[in-house]
């Protein structure tokens, strides 16, 4: 597969998730651009995001959405967007997320943002990171793509962990998302997208 790629990112929240991509796809970074932003919040800062990167954007639901999304939509990408979804058989295989764990710990409905972390350190794990997954049409089981790995340090908290899986996230996923629209499944670190971490 070659040529840039279009995605449609799905977010409820601030939209830092939703940002770093756009700001990544802007500058040529990624081999992919980004059409629409889709969202139930028609109020949440990641539509400002949106208008300050010029994007498109449409209030869906989780019912809707998939007779929304333009159609020369390569990929959905979750960023934020905590409501179950259910794939149609047509974007099985199209739908990505992530997720601030170690799937399959710390999973499921109930666990997102500071909750994931308060957790991992109750349990006092001596590492967490964060994955990225296919969507299927449960909470956080789908398959697996990429995990990233940070250790715990002895005077971590919640909010710091959170802090430091956030910033190996924004490399991460659009790594991910790139090697996965070329089809380079089995062939990730093939990707060179080093010399921007902490955009």
Not at 10 to 35: C, D, E, P, Q, Y
Request: with cysteine; aromatic share 8%; net charge neutral.
């Amino acid at each position: 597969m070659t040529g840039k790629r279009n995605i449609a990112v799905m977010a409820s929240g601030a939209g830092t998730t939703f940002n770093n991509l756009a700001r990544l796809s802007n500058k040529g970074i990624v081999n992919f651009g980004i059409t629409t932003l889709l969202t139930n919040k028609p109020q949440a800062r990641c539509v400002d995001v949106a208008i300050n990167h010029e994007i498109q954007t449409i209030i869906v639901t989780p019912e809707n959405v998939w007779s929304l999304i333009p159609e020369n939509t390569d990929l959905l990408v979750l960023a934020g967007f905590l409501k179950l979804l259910t794939v149609p058989i047509e974007w099985t295989g199209r739908v990505l997320n992530i997720h601030p764990s170690l799937l399959p710990k710390y999973g499921g409905k109930g666990f997102y943002g500071i909750k994931v972390h308060e957790a991992v350190m109750e349990a006092g794990e001596a590492e967490s990171g964060c994955t990225v997954h296919l969507v299927d049409n449960s909470y956080d089981t789908g398959r697996i793509l990429k995990q990233e790995k940070i250790s715990i340090k002895r005077f971590d908290t919640p909010h710091t962990l959170q802090q430091r899986i956030q910033s190996v996230e924004r490399e991460l996923y659009p790594k991910v998302i790139d090697w996965y629209l070329l089809g380079l499944y089995e062939e990730q670190d093939k990707i060179d997208i080093s010399g921007w971490s902490g955009l």
